[in-house]
């Protein structure tokens, strides 16, 4: 997540000036040799007087673009004025503004270099933000998680101020570069990793908008999403989890966590309605179970809730087969058998008990409802 500053803003200067000796606004040569000399009282380390220099250079080439808004290079020279006042809005639609300027007009060196300057810019922040993401993670991990004694409470307040110093860097990275994908899926992390899903997910669809296809971006997305829709479950907007995890196994056929998470939906949502509607809601938590079993062959537990639901959807042969499917993987699982035994006897599926070679009978556990091998 580092980039690399290509040119300095005193390098960049210095060849702005070359070739710039024709008669121009007095307001835009004023306001070019503040940001010059304003550079050099910075370099050395006279900070008051920097400081003086580009507010001066800001005022001056305001005025400049309003008499002269043609002079892309001096516009150019407003938004480094700006940037090194920490003025990231103006400074974003100075450089802009020059950038396109001196593009359409055909002047591709000097457009490159204002480019240049406000990617390095740019850089600074982004790189300011990984660092106080780091910090955060180091501090208290994951940050959802409730802090159970003082040091965590202190820990954790400590990590929340570093992800708003983050914040507040990449926001201002934003301001330098609207629309930046990059920007906008730290920025959406950032809210993921505080449990902000729904604007996380607000920024990395602006960024999907911007940079169509990107692979990081939409595996950032199908995860917040999924996180956002957990969390309606607990929050009991069921019918907005439903939908949520849908929607994700729409683009996602293939992962079962989706299809475990709205098999959590259906199921939560059932136990809130009546009579058919819920049947219906514990046959599609079933449903989901079911898929997601297929697809993760290793797990006792999705057959286990699909054998449950249909169980509590009146689905009895469904729940005899998935019943079978768990105790398949998990052979020796009590609650499984008892399952199972509870659901041949909704059916009526009764055997005489049989007597096994070592004179021993063979019962399920709660209902003693005897099976024969």
């Known amino acids: 997540m580092k980039s690399r ?24 040569a004023g306001g070019i040799q503040y940001v010059v000399q304003g550079m050099t009282d910075k370099g ?13 250079a800001t005022q001056q080439l305001e005025s400049c673009s309003t008499e002269d808004p043609n002079d892309f290079e001096a516009i150019g020279y407003l938004g480094w004025a700006y940037a090194e006042l920490d003025s990231m809005g103006p400074a974003g639609k100075a450089f802009a503004t ?27 922040q982004f790189n300011n933000s990984v660092a106080k993401i780091s910090s955060g993670r180091a501090l208290y991990d994951p940050y959802t998680k409730k802090a159970e004694n003082d040091a965590e409470t202190k820990a954790k307040a400590e990590a929340k101020k570093a992800y708003d110093d983050a914040l507040t860097d990449l926001n201002k990275a934003l301001l330098l570069k609207p ?21 996380a997910e607000k920024l990395f669809r602006e960024g999907l908008a911007s940079a169509p ?13 999924a996180n956002r829709a957990s969390q309606l479950i607990e929050d009991k907007k069921f019918d907005e989890a439903i939908a949520a995890y849908t929607g994700l196994i729409k683009t996602n056929p293939s992962n079962p966590e989706l299809y475990t998470g709205l098999g959590d939906a259906q199921f939560a949502r059932a136990n809130e309605v009546k009579d058919d509607a819920r049947k219906a809601a514990f046959k599609s938590a079933g449903d989901a179970y079911a898929k997601g079993g297929t697809l993760r062959t290793d797990s006792a537990d999705l057959p286990f809730n699909a054998a449950l639901s249909y169980q509590n959807a009146g689905e009895s042969a469904l729940a005899e087969a ?36 070592s004179g021993r009978w063979r019962w399920t556990r709660r209902t003693r409802i005897a099976i024969a091998s």
């Open 5 to 28: 500053i290509v040119m300095s803003a005193t390098a960049m200067g210095t060849l702005l000036l070359v070739g710039a000796a024709w008669a121009r606004n007095p307001h835009c």
């Open 44 to 56: 050395k380390g006279n900070i008051d007087d920097y400081k003086r220099q580009m507010l001066k």
């Open 98 to 124: 020059a950038i396109k300027g001196l593009g359409d007009k055909g002047d591709k060196k000097k457009a490159d270099l204002v480019s240049t300057n406000r990617e390095s810019f740019w850089v600074t």
């Open 179 to 199: 629309g930046d994908a990059r920007t906008l899926r730290s920025l959406g992390s950032v809210y993921a990793i505080t449990g902000d899903y729904a604007t």
């Open 213 to 225: 296809g990107d692979s990081t971006l939409t595996a950032s997305l199908h995860s917040v999403v």
């Open 322 to 357: 998935q019943w079978r499917e768990s105790l398949k993987r998990r052979p020796k699982d009590g609650e499984a058998m008892s399952g199972l035994a509870t659901t041949l006897a909704d059916q009526k599926k009764f055997r005489r008990p049989c007597r096994w070679p």
